[in-house]
């Protein structure tokens, strides 16, 4: 069982940036895919970013060239660097892993924190 917790959530304006962060309760290094999730109310969750064993990284197009992933190994936290926010980004972003690329039906969740991008 992997504990994932989120912070850095929260009000923002149009054009402002965030850097959410989710600290993992064991070694990220051990821990294949980390992701980061969305979900806007009437909308389904969808993949924002991932990285893949630290080597690969993957993007939604709607936040190519303004959301980084990153992954501190030392720290067991993975962040997520959010820049140039729109109204459209609001929504609960959760942090999400799958310690076994080979075994995608095991993975955890955090339990969410809000993004409101709002004047």
């Known amino acids: 069982q992997v504990q994932l917790v989120e912070s850095g959530g929260g009000l923002v304006q149009p054009g402002g940036s965030l850097r959410l962060s989710c600290a993992a309760s064991?070694?990220?290094?051990?821990?294949?895919?980390m992701g980061w999730y969305r979900q806007a109310p009437g909308n389904e969750r969808e993949l924002v970013a991932n990285?893949?064993?630290?080597?690969?990284?993957t993007y939604a197009d709607s936040v190519k060239g303004r959301f980084t992933i990153s992954r501190d190994n030392a720290k067991n936290t993975v962040y997520l660097q959010m820049n140039f926010l729109k109204p459209e980004d609001t929504a609960v972003y959760y942090c999400?892993?799958?310690?076994?690329?080979?075994?995608?039906?095991?993975?955890?969740w955090g339990r969410g924190t809000q993004v409101t991008v709002s004047s």
């Open positions: 990285s893949i064993s630290g080597r690969s990284t």
């Open positions: 999400n892993t799958i310690p076994d690329i080979y075994n995608p039906s095991i993975q955890f």
């Open positions: 064991e070694s990220i290094a051990r821990l294949n895919i």
